[in-house]
C-alpha cells in the first residue's frame, strides 16, 4: 500500500510518501520503499513519480490522500476522491450521520 507515514515534531507535522505492506504500521522499521515526502504547511509535494508508477502497476493499493496528490500532479488519470464521512453510533446503538 502507498500511504503517508507522520514525523515530525508536535503541532508541527511532516509527511512522508512510503510503500508499506497493507496491514502494517508505518514504522520506520516496516518500510518497503520511501517515494518522496508532503508538507502540508508549504504545500511542498515531492514524489518520485515513476516509482509509483510502477508500484501501482505491481497491485499496491493507493491510500485516498495519496491518489488525490498522484492526480494532482497529473501521474495517475480520474478523478480525486472525496473522503468518507465517519457515521456516530449514540449510547442507545443508533447511527447517525
Do not use: C
Request: cysteine-free; proline content about 2%; overall charge positive.
Amino acid at each position: 500500500m502507498i500511504r503517508l507515514q507522520r514525523v515530525g515534531r508536535r503541532n508541527r507535522a511532516h509527511f512522508r510518501v512510503v510503500v508499506v505492506e497493507h496491514k502494517r504500521a508505518a514504522t520506520s522499521s516496516n518500510i518497503v520503499e520511501l517515494l518522496g515526502s508532503y508538507d502540508p504547511y508549504a504545500g511542498a509535494i515531492s514524489i518520485q513519480d515513476e516509482r509509483a508508477k510502477y508500484w501501482i502497476s505491481q497491485g499496491a493499493q493507493v491510500s485516498d490522500t495519496v491518489h488525490n496528490m498522484l492526480v494532482a500532479r497529473g501521474v495517475v488519470a480520474g478523478e480525486k476522491i472525496v473522503p468518507k464521512k465517519k457515521e456516530k453510533v449514540s449510547a442507545s446503538g443508533d447511527v447517525a450521520a
